[in-house]
Structures are given as C-alpha cells and as structure tokens.
C-alpha cells in the first residue's frame, strides 16, 4: 500500500522556467511534510517542509504547498537551475500520533535543460 | 560537524551469504533509521533504533535485522541474501521528529 506517491516518474523543463513536482497521499494521520533532493551515488538530502497547520512555506526559489483537503502537496521550484537535476523525493510523517517513521514516495527524476 | 558515515560504499555478496551494513550517525543522535532504495520503488522503510532499542520495523522478512549500540551506531544484517536483496541501503539519524540526515547509502550487490 503506498501511502505517498508521486505519479510523475520524470520531469523535464527548460533552465530559468518553473518546475512543478506533485505529490499525494492517502493517510490522514500525516501532518508533516517534507522534500528531498538525491543525486546519484549520494544520500538525500532535506530541502523543505511543511507542517500541516499551513499551506505554503517558501524557501529561496523553492515553495512547497499543502492542500490537505486534496491530500495533495507540491514542489515549486522558480527559478530552475542545472543543478537542481537531481531526484526528488517526497515524505510524510504523522508526528502528532508519536510517529517517527518518514513515508516516502517513489521520486521523481527531474531534469534541467539548458 | 561530521555527517551520517555509512560503510562500506559497495558490498558484493553471493546469493545465501550474510551481509552486515554499518552507520555511524551525526554526534548527539540518538535515532538510526534504515531503508531499501530499490530499482523504481523509492525509499522502502526497514528498520528505526532509538536508544538502543528497535521501535519499528517495516514489511521486510526476519531475516533483515539489525542493532544499535551504546554509542548510538548501528547494524544492519541480511541473511540468506537474495537476488532481490541487491540495492542501495540508506542509513538516517535524527533528534526529533521533523526530519531525517542521510548517510551516502551502501550499494549491495547480491549475484
């Protein structure tokens, strides 16, 4: 049962556009969100959350938002840039309920074309 | 301030074998996480330690284990590898609930 999916395996956009990366859910216990960003032969690495009491935090040129009642939340990321290549990773956790545990979705590959 | 340490990089192992995967986490974290990236599955949840003890466990077979010890590091072992096994393990440590810092990941290589 995968409770946090990102239907997009791959996105590709043009250097300097807006990036959009899709994220949904299905437990209603999460209320803690976050992105990670993974290049190859690396860990991944945090980029931004969100806590489920807002539904936009913006970070630089990254932004996620949280639309509970869609069990929906997605990435931002204006401009994009070569660098931000990488695969992204969504997760949740439902930290009100005592979990620790992060879900995760299965990425999605993005690429920045120049 | 050293990160999560994961060894080794690369593990080659033969199908039946054991293999034993190490972390060490970021000093002052009391809590290791283990998960399976395997090819198109994403980040597949194993093993949480904290304080020494094991506090939750993913849907993985018995024969993937693990411990921690006094200084916080921690253990991962499989035995009786499987083709299916092969993948990038992930180790994380944190402090809280709001997120996790990943090692590198060791490459394991079941053939």
């Known amino acids: 049962d995968q409770q946090v999916k990102q239907n997009s395996p791959s996105l590709s956009v043009q250097e300097g556009r807006i990036s959009i990366l899709n994220c949904d859910y299905t437990n209603s216990m999460f209320d803690y969100f976050l992105w990670y960003k993974k290049y190859p032969a690396e860990g991944p690495t945090f980029l931004i959350s969100?806590?489920?009491?807002?539904d936009k935090n913006e970070d630089g040129r990254f932004t996620v938002f949280l639309n509970k009642s869609a069990k929906h939340l997605s990435l931002h990321i204006v401009p994009s840039q070569p660098g931000d290549s990488a695969v992204y990773f969504c997760?949740?956790?439902?930290?009100?309920?005592?979990?620790?545990?992060?879900?995760f979705g299965t990425g999605t590959q993005l690429k920045v074309e120049l | 301030e050293a990160g999560v340490t994961q060894s080794p990089t690369h593990l080659i192992k033969t199908r039946g074998q054991q293999a034993t995967l190490r972390c060490s986490p970021i000093?002052?974290?009391?809590?290791v996480y283990w998960y399976q990236q395997a090819l198109g599955l994403g980040l597949q949840f194993l093993l949480w330690?904290?304080?020494?003890?094991?506090?939750n466990r993913g849907n993985f077979p018995p024969r993937f284990s693990g411990r921690q010890f006094p200084n916080y590091s921690s253990e991962l072992n499989v035995n009786a590898l499987e083709l299916e096994d092969s993948a990038l393990y992930l180790c994380a440590s944190s402090l809280n609930f709001y997120g996790y810092t990943f090692g590198s990941g060791t490459r394991l290589t079941v053939v």
């Open positions: 997760a949740a956790s439902a930290v009100t309920g005592g979990g620790n545990k992060l879900t």
């Open positions: 969100i806590s489920s009491i807002k």
């Open positions: 000093s002052g974290h009391t809590s």
């Open positions: 330690y904290d304080e020494g003890e094991e506090r």
